[in-house]
């Protein structure tokens, strides 16, 4: 994971070096063809100026009737020379080319341009030459210089680039932090963020307005759950008053007394199932806090201090295979309480006489800490896991087996914490419930 | 002691009156909140049951008041919206005890006893149980100068079921007055047969427990002596 701002630094860095590397590579060529140019067009004009000397003062003055019948002339640092001679060729020749010259035993490299011309039907050559060692030396120093300089300019733009997009970014640093630091839309800084840049006003317009309709709807629900409760259970009390009162009064005979106490258990039944749907509503229109400390062992060990009386009625082995312990922070521990209650004492409830139920802790090869509770009771088929923990969807055979909400709240208190629940299971072996407690959590 | 039941549900009202009044309770009863902050300023009572949901007052706002006036009384804040801020807020502002819609009438009789001893400072008697003693403050059943050893949950058992001798309580208001912290949707919970068969072993080894009944098809129920 890299940040965009590097990211963008990055790129910005690559197609500098890989556009201007071209031109650096490219550069001494254009230079030499630019220069060779300019040493052709020189030579061209001395050549026309000897022409031209010729014309007006004869070939003479060059060439003496002398033997060899040449002449030459170069100056001290041997960076041009002219040099005319007879030759007799089938040929006229016109042309530049590039060539070596042994000058007072120096080899030298030259440009050198060839000339015939014919005066009093005598074909002369005429050769004018520059030293292109100087041209090349140029060429180095320029090539050296072209190098710091490119090499300044990366570093520098560079720089530069990353400064401006540090800058240009901070908006989008500012709406990551906003939204990274929250962990219920309703704390979430409703401030814009200062910025000229319209797409990360857009964004956070956006965003803050996302988080103002998330928290009206929350509010929404946890109005309808507070008025639900209070229309629901508010005939339930009168109702329950009412028959406890009856249980109460002088001279009730028993089979009345059973049938009220029926009514009563049946009104008890609709009273929790509707606490149960406000319990999971209420945590997930987030009205638990969490800002707890504890840990998960002393959870676990209270929790089946309550379960063990009914497991040793049951003949169920509860074992406690405590490991290593995790200190829990920002959490609530009454909601941790319950989820772990709800599945140890699910699987409880569906091991027969002689089952095991066993509570684990460990850490995972990644470092997580993990608490597994495993029964020999009967198992789940892959169908009955799908619905394990919906709140509404529970088959008739699990409904027989006991999985009530019990494991919905789980799965919801879990969600809440930002902990794992999986479950493994074969049918007829039993199953295992995995929490994950990740970093975050 | 005189109890003023502020509830707009009159129906449960009149029922909560009439459980008091068997308890030799005097009972008043305010069916709106302009009523109760009206009979709150003019009398007084020992107790307030107040169901914060009126729909003319805002409960707590009477809680709020009384306090201004110094009325000594003590509020018991009834909701049957129970979010976890109401808790907050009405022990915030002053009430003696919360309780949520809907509550065995049992257990707000143990709220008003136990918010009566605090506020007048009274200690609870040792309870004579057959040839057993229950010292309640020290929290210890004795036979004797032997003490029987019993877990935290089956002394709140017993003591609950002490605290409403004479009374027939049903599994469920056990359940809910020891575990009712825990949302359990068994229903058919057989955790309280449990208890009671260990803590019925437990009493037999030392004596027999004749005050202590299974009421079949209802519940259980303490006689003390």
Redesign the interface.
Known sequence: MVKLKVKLSLFNLLSKLVFTLLFVIFMPFIFERINLRQVDNDLINKREDVIQMISEIGIEPFVESDSTGAFGSFDILKEEFISLEKVNLDEDLNFIEVSLRIIDNEEITYRIINYTFKVDGQQYLLEVGKSLSSIHHTQANLYKVLLIVWIIIIAVTFLTDLQYNNHLLRPLDRITGKLTKISTPSVFDKKPVNTRTTDFVKLDESLIGLMEHIEILFRKEKDITANISHELLTPVSIMRSKLENLLLSEGIDRKAASKIEESLKTLYRLQTLVNSLLFIARIESHQYLRNETFSVGSVIEELSGEIRPIAVDKGVNLILDAGPDLEMNDANRSLIFSMFYNVVNNAVKNTSCEGTVTVRSSFDNEGRFIVDVSDTGKGMTEDQIKILFSRFKTSAESRVDGHGIGLAIAKTIADFHGIGLQVVSEKGKGSTFFFTFFKSS | MNVLIVED?K??AR??A??LR?ENFICDMAFTGLAASEKIAVNLYDFVLLDI?LPDYNGLDLIDEARKNKVDTSFIVIT??????DKVKGLDLGADDYLA??????ELLSRINAVARRKFNVAYNDVVLGTFTMLVQARKLMWGDREVDL?R?EFDLLLYLVLNHE??L?R??LYEHI?G????????S??ID??V??LRKKLNAYAPSGWFET?????YRVTTS
């Open positions: 549900e129906s449960l029922e909560i009439s459980f068997a949901g049957a919206r129970g979010a976890v801020e819609k809907p509550f065995a009438l049992v877990t949950r009374k027939v049903t469920h208001q575990w912290n825990i949302l359990d949707d068994q229903y058919d057989n955790f449990v208890h068969k260990n009421v079949r098809g209802v519940g």
